[in-house]
């Protein structure tokens, strides 16, 4: 029947064939008409036409398919089809609907460098669920904006402070040193990652190294929580590997049984260990002697005030609250001695002990800073058994400990992980989700991996990290903004690659350099610490005689500065040693030398004195005596503390001298730097000459 | 002839389907800080927030490193110096004082200084510090923030 209908003569057959091309033909040109991007352009007329700006927008916004077009960087991008008011001003802000609404303000010039850059998408689709979406399995998801600090570093691999995000998250690859398993395009492996483990023995008891195996954070806070050991993210650097009971013995075992060097007690001299241990305050004494030296500058300890426990102090040695716990005695006093006979790459000072003050402090730190409940819930298993050492061998071997840790008789085990240099560049169909239960995106199996690996991969040997949720962004951004070298030649300029510069002074200085490792907290030449100020300059700012007294007993110049320089006790020829190498290497350029104090008259100081006091009010943020500000350094003895020369190249131009430094680049004249100079050079702290400036102020004034 | 039928059906069907398949539902819509740049944590209240773009967020950066110390009372290094100034310096997000100033007004008095707008001395300048897109970002991060809240002149119209 149907088919007589249709087919039933030649004619018929014919008048169906044509009506049927006729409309096959015709899908194209309506399917292209229904468009969704021709009704958001369609959309936009409309939503200008009753804008004041109407004629210069409809003026710019050309019809049909836009497209960016970037053949270096492989990107065709037709985004601003649809997004038509990307680069209107006059489009800005949330009152304006999207997709037309103002790109935000950016460095970069979206219409120049379209979109997928950095919010990655498909560029060259043309509906909106092509070029957006997030769940299929596109080689290029969009990135959500939390994330998009990701794209910055793809091509911006130095420090980016603009970045934040992606910023901390670089510090937090290199702080958990996942280098030491993963390799990372661009990044080296530093000398050390954990501590070498060859005398580990010594050191700590087999109890408490099945403690920090199973749970390496040594601090709970009133609520229970277990917190921080010295990282503030909340997450020791050591991870947590999820170790059963008969491995965290074997483990322990076999760690207990590393003691390739015994420990020899010291011998403090009689006399002071006959007089101290009658005393009572011996604890005393040892804490004020800790706090006076500043162990607190590196070490933090927990503080709890009302029920809430925070750490104090800084982060670049371990946190110390429960040290008297974990360490052995004879071993503390051997450490204090000198840190570096145990641990050769460690940052801590070899600082100067009389047997009192070492006695003391370790007296404090056995005492006040323990524990006696840490150790509780571990079971006693006494001497390492030959079975269970062997057994600990191995698993140290396939847990991969030897990627971070060096130990006699195993050989370091680099490249134990995946490399991650194109991590963020991976197409999801690559990732095994095995059988968790989370969105198949690459962000979210980079942070299962992370928080619970075993979710994803229940034979993987990477650990377990207790992140926050912004640290866990923070390191994502991170990892996504691998993806391997820049995608074009023509991107290399924008590069540079991370500095590593060593500065290894030779001589007197370098011995001591090493002793107290200034570069722990001080820049020398581009190498070194960022604690403290950057010494390159140090010789053009200070006074020779200024810097011994500072060495001897350092008094901070910033009275609101929690962490100072701690005291090493060095002798006076010491100081005077290092002093002399700072006054001859460490110069500026910049600084004239040959000026001398005394063409800096009373009469120039006074006139100084006034622009300091009132036209300029430099007390705002500069404390002079007991008045003014503490947002700069005390200027009360700036004249014994600061050479002219340098006084007056900073009054110039201080980011030449110290980049980055906050004080504001102000345009005094020749005149007002000399005067400024000459007020500043006439503060001294008890000296003669500020009384001088007092009584020739009224005649200076002129 | 059944098999000339079935490809003109199947050449009808494949039409339709080019012409009305293919579309997906369009991605949920993520909350204001699954997309923003950096956040900033409300001053007065800890639990509101406050997402930033990018030019709010460089204001941010730039705020904690040059004005914080007289522009908050509470610091990186923690106590602050603005009760060491007088006059006291308007918190940062102070919008009863800082959202009726027009963001030129603002900019001028960063940039030159207190004593160049007939205001403290106190205050440098920071035109040869802060270059004016930095001195933009930081006006930008003051709206962002401002308490009560700040509507821009266009908002308003």
């Known amino acids: 029947m149907l088919q007589q209908i249709f087919l039933g003569d030649p004619a018929r057959r014919f008048a169906w064939a044509s009506l049927i091309l006729t409309i096959s033909l015709a899908v194209a040109p309506t399917k292209d008409f229904f468009r969704e991007w021709r009704h958001y352009q369609r959309q936009y007329s409309k939503f200008i036409r009753n804008r004041p700006d109407a004629a210069a927008l409809r003026a710019r916004a050309t019809t049909g398919i836009h497209q960016i077009w970037l053949p270096q960087l492989g990107v065709v991008d037709r985004c601003t089809t649809c997004h038509l008011g990307i680069a209107e001003p006059t489009l800005a802000g949330a009152a304006v609907p999207l997709p037309f609404r103002a790109h935000p303000v950016i460095p970069h010039d979206p219409e120049a460098w379209g979109c997928v850059v950095c919010h990655r998408g498909q560029g060259s689709a043309t509906d909106v669920a092509a070029a957006h979406a997030t769940t299929v399995a596109w080689e290029q998801p969009i990135l959500p904006g939390r994330f998009i600090q990701a794209s910055c570093g793809t091509c911006h691999q130095d420090d980016l402070p603009q970045a934040p995000r992606l910023d901390r998250g670089r ?33 700590v008891s087999r109890e408490w190294l099945y403690k920090w195996l199973k749970e390496p954070r040594t601090l709970t806070d009133a609520n229970g929580n277990q917190t921080v050991d010295g990282v503030d993210t909340g997450e020791p650097q050591m991870p947590t590997f999820r170790l059963n009971d008969v491995e965290l013995r074997d483990l322990s075992a076999y760690l207990s049984a590393q003691r390739a060097r015994p420990i020899q007690p010291y011998r403090f001299d009689p006399r002071v260990v006959a007089t101290l241990s009658k005393r009572k305050d011996v604890v005393d004494q040892g804490e004020a002697r800790f706090r006076q030296m500043f162990c607190s500058t590196c070490h933090s300890l927990a503080v709890t005030r009302a029920g809430e426990t925070t750490l104090i102090g800084g982060d670049i040695g371990p946190e110390l609250t429960k040290i008297g716990s974990k360490v052995n005695p004879d071993w503390l006093v051997e450490w204090l001695r000198n840190p570096q006979q145990y641990l050769r790459h460690s940052q ?72 991650l240099s194109f991590l963020g560049a991976r197409n999801v169909s690559q990732l095994d989700f095995g059988a968790a239960r989370i969105p198949n995106t690459l962000i979210a199996y980079i942070q299962a991996k992370i928080s619970d690996p075993l979710s994803v991969n229940p034979m ?72 403290a100020p950057d010494l390159s300059y140090e010789g053009s700012r200070t006074t020779r005689q200024w810097l011994i007294q500072f060495m001897e007993n350092p008094q901070t110049l910033r009275p609101t500065l929690v962490l100072r320089m701690p005291q090493f006790n060095m002798s006076e020829r010491e100081a005077g040693v290092i002093a002399d190498y700072l006054e001859i290497t460490m110069q500026s ?30 007390q705002s943020c500069h404390t002079i005596g007991s008045a003014g500000g503490y947002v700069g350094p005390s200027l009360s003895d700036a004249g014994n503390w600061l050479t002219p020369g340098w006084i007056e190249a900073w009054l110039r131009n201080p980011q030449a001298l110290v980049p980055g430094t906050i004080e504001p680049k102000e345009s005094f004249s020749q005149q007002e730097i000399q005067n400024l100079t000459a007020y500043l050079l006439a503060l001294k702290q008890g000296g003669p000459a500020s009384r001088a400036v007092t009584a020739s102020s009224s005649g200076g004034a002129k | 002839m059944r098999a000339r039928a079935l490809l003109l059906f199947a050449l009808l069907g494949s039409a339709l389907l080019t012409c009305c398949g293919g579309k997906t539902a369009a991605p949920a819509k993520a909350g204001a800080l699954e997309n923003a740049y950096d956040y900033e944590t409300d001053w007065n209240d800890g639990q509101r927030i406050i997402p930033l773009n990018y030019q709010q967020a460089q204001g941010k950066r730039i705020f904690y490193q040059q004005c914080v110390w007289c522009h908050a009372d509470q610091t990186p290094a923690g106590p602050s110096n603005r009760s060491n100034v007088t ?23 960063i940039g030159q200084g207190g004593s160049a707008m007939g205001k403290s001395a106190m205050m440098p300048p920071y035109s040869n510090t802060l270059t004016q897109t930095e001195i933009r970002a930081l006006i930008a991060y003051a709206r962002a923030i401002a308490v009560p809240p700040y509507a821009s002149p266009v908002g308003k119209r």
């Open chain 1, 171 to 203: 510090e937090l690859l290199a702080r958990f040193d996942c280098i030491g398993c993963h390799k990372i395009a661009g990044v080296d492996r530093p000398a050390m990652l954990g501590p070498d483990l060859t005398d580990i023995g010594t050191k």
């Open chain 2, 87 to 109: 006059p006291s310096p308007p918190l940062w997000n102070d919008g009863a004082t800082l959202n009726p100033l027009s963001d030129d007004y603002l900019g001028k008095v």
């Open chain 1, 589 to 618: 350029p910049d600084v004239d030398e040959t000026l001398d104090p005394k063409e800096f008259t009373p009469a120039m100081a006074a006139a100084g004195k006034e622009l300091y006091e009132k036209k300029f009010q430099c």
């Open chain 1, 460 to 531: 993987g040997r990477m650990p377990q990290y207790h992140l926050d949720q912004e640290s866990l962004d923070d390191i994502t951004t991170a990892l996504l903004s691998l993806t391997g070298p820049p995608a074009t030649r023509g991107m290399e300029t924008l590069i540079i690659a991370r500095p590593h510069p060593e500065f290894h002074p030779a001589g007197e200085f370098g011995r001591l350099y090493e002793q107290y490792k200034c570069y722990a907290c001080h820049q020398f030449n581009g190498f070194g610490g960022t604690l």
């Open chain 1, 348 to 419: 801590m000072p070899r600082y100067e002990w009389s047997d009192t003050d070492l006695y003391e402090v370790t007296q404090y730190m056995e005492t006040k800073l323990t524990d006696p409940s840490l150790l509780a819930d571990v079971p006693h298993w006494g001497s390492p058994t030959d079975a269970e050492v062997a057994a600990g061998r191995r698993l140290f071997i396939d847990k991969g400990c030897a990627s971070c840790h060096a130990i006699a008789g195993v050989p370091p085990q680099e490249d134990f992980g995946p490399d």
